[in-house]
């Protein structure tokens, strides 16, 4: 699992910190598998002395399933591999690019652009 996580963090770019509607990575041992999630919300577990966590995480599959795992701030943020049943599991928000706004990257009108009126693709014809 280690070496999977070190071979992530070279591909991607991550987040230090996991907050409400990030995206996050999740990787499991068994079975294996690599999938993103949206993180809910994430409400301090009150029942335990040590700060735990109930992260609610939407599941980015088909269908969309939505669970809650309790876990550390380490646990996470993607600063320590934990287990789960015994099978070993790490999860971190991804850090997505964003495109710069304003007049350069704003979309063109194809129609606009040669100097024409943009016409409606399809018309009515009776």
């Given at each position: ?35 993103y999630?949206?993180?809910?919300e994430i ?29 550390r701030?380490p ?14 599991r ?6 997505l ?18 100097g ?5 693709g399809l018309?009515?014809?009776?």
């Amino acid at each position: 699992m280690e070496q999977l996580v070190a071979e992530l963090k070279k591909t991607l770019s991550f987040k230090d910190t996991t907050a409400p509607g990030d995206i996050v990575l999740i990787a499991a041992e068994q079975p294996q598998m690599l999938l993103y999630a949206v993180v809910g919300e994430i409400v301090r577990d009150e029942t335990r002395k040590a700060e735990w966590w109930h992260v609610t995480l939407h599941l980015l599959s088909l269908p969309i399933q939505t669970v809650v795992w309790t876990l550390r701030t380490p646990q996470f943020t993607g600063q320590e591999i934990f287990t789960m049943g015994g099978e070993g599991r790490f999860m971190q928000a991804v850090q997505l690019e964003r495109k710069p706004s304003g007049p350069a990257s704003a979309p063109v009108d194809k129609g606009q652009a040669n100097g024409r009126d943009r016409r409606p693709g399809l018309r009515v014809v009776k």
